[in-house]
């Protein structure tokens, strides 16, 4: 398939013309892997969409200043053959093939869990059947009507009516570790030292179920009781620094600490090796550390969606680093058009590099925006209330922002922006996901061994 790597063809273009710009193509750049991105088909009649954008749905990436893209992302329309169901995916490629993992894990995991889902969905089906049917000493079936309906009901209650939330959950991580087995097996790809962050979404009806595994993000906007955009945190970073991955890590034996220059980024080191210094807990890859407490299983959520709910936002944390997630809703919310939402995003946090981290190398930045309803509702920024911010309140964001008080009219900000010098290609890297790689010879000859595949039950 197509690719979502960018290149610097746009070195010194004005941001106002990009974000204006009423190209359907809201992409940048190629990576060279065939196929220039767009709309292919995938599994079941599905639409694969790498750049661009539709009625529901808006998607851009923004190489950084520290070499390639490493983000990659993939929304497929009417997913596993559902009409009107999406699957989105933003990948946060590190390390030196980082961009390799991301692309591999972005072409091949759509795939491996619409097969994952048919079979579970075929097996729960033919389970069901059989508990529907009890029959007493003549033979005669009973309770069979009531039954079925109570066994509807439970199901509705999860994800829908075609399966249990159980076996989504279950279907997304038994496709996440085949698809890291996989990966491990793959010479093509050296991911001893590289790998990928995932944040993955489908969207069925009113139902959402996310997995994550890393330190990308979603969230959620929903309007508050006085219209305004409030933001709702779907899924968790996970870093090091949260206790239940470090307790992990350090049990097997892999070890947690912050350096000295950075003592608010913890990462994760090999027992007897200072490296490389993963800035994650979870991730695809990373070989050298899958003995250590590192795992690729994700983390599942699920939310069934209101009225009230507009859209969701899926990006790597290159946005997230420099915007907090008011922040992000807001200028999502305040986009004149849909289809530029996404790049809109990217902008800003490019602004937010230059200005929270002077000196600094920008990240890369992939943007996915999925919206619910129809019909575009009017743009309304979060305006200060008394007592604070509510979405603030309610999620625990700080007050800080990465970049200046964002204006009401997102194109005043715009219209300062240029892509400036180089100046920024020779600063520092901040927060590299990854500090480097085992040089040592027995290290790189360890053989990795791969388990074989544990049976998923799903109850």
Request: glycine content about 8%; charged content about 30%; aromatic content about 6%.
């Amino acid at each position: 398939m197509g690719a979502c790597c960018s290149t610097d063809r746009d070195e010194g273009r004005d941001w106002v013309e990009m974000v204006n710009d009423d190209r359907d193509d809201e992409f940048e750049g190629d990576d060279g892997g065939g196929g220039g991105g767009g709309v292919s088909e995938g599994d079941l009649g599905a639409r694969v969409r790498l750049r661009g954008s539709n009625d529901s749905c808006c998607m851009f990436t923004k190489q950084g200043r520290k070499g390639i893209n490493q983000d990659a992302m993939a929304v497929w329309e009417d997913f596993n053959g559902q009409k009107d169901a999406f699957f989105c995916g933003v990948f946060d490629g590190h390390g030196p093939v980082g961009h390799r993992v991301a692309h591999h894990v972005r072409d091949n995991l759509p795939m491996k869990l619409s097969s994952v889902i048919q079979s579970l969905q075929n097996k729960e089906s033919s389970r069901r059947d059989l508990d529907l049917v009890d029959k007493d000493d003549e033979g005669q079936e009973i309770g069979e009507k009531e039954r079925s309906d109570n066994a509807r009901e439970s199901c509705e209650e999860d994800f829908g009516p075609d399966m249990l939330l159980s076996t989504w959950e279950a279907s997304f991580i038994k496709s996440f570790k085949e698809i890291d087995e996989e990966l491990s097996l793959d010479s093509s790809i050296d991911s001893f030292c590289s790998g990928t962050t995932a944040v993955t979404m489908v969207k069925q009806g009113d139902h959402l179920i996310i997995a994550n595994l890393g330190d990308s993000r979603a969230v959620l906007c929903t309007r508050g009781q006085k219209n305004q955009p409030v933001p709702i945190q779907l899924t968790v970073d996970l870093k090091p620094n949260i206790k239940s991955e470090a307790d992990r890590i350090k049990k097997c034996k892999g070890r947690v600490f912050a350096m000295d220059e950075e003592p608010e980024v913890f990462r994760v080191w090999l027992p007897d090796e200072n490296c490389p210094g993963l800035a994650m807990a979870r991730a695809f890859g990373d070989f050298c550390l899958k003995d250590y407490g590192l795992i690729s299983t994700p983390e599942v959520s699920y939310r069934k969606l209101t009225q009230d709910d507009e859209f969701v936002v899926l990006a790597t944390d290159g946005v997230w680093d420099v915007l907090s997630n008011v922040e992000v809703v807001r200028i999502v919310a305040s986009a004149k058009k849909r289809s530029v939402a996404a790049k809109l995003l990217v902008a800003h946090a490019v602004t937010a590099w230059k200005t929270k981290y002077p000196g600094c190398k920008i990240d890369d930045c992939a943007v996915i925006c999925l919206f619910f309803k129809n019909d575009q509702p009017p743009s309304q920024s979060i305006a200060s209330a008394p007592g604070g911010n509510p979405g603030q309140q309610e999620n625990g964001i700080s007050q800080k922002s990465g970049s200046n008080q964002i204006e009401a009219n997102p194109d005043t900000m715009l219209a300062g922006i240029t892509e400036d010098s180089e100046s920024a290609v020779d600063g520092v890297s901040r927060v590299d996901s990854l500090i480097r790689v085992p040089h040592t010879t027995s290290l790189l000859s360890r053989r990795r061994a791969v388990k074989e595949p544990e049976h998923v039950e799903v109850h």
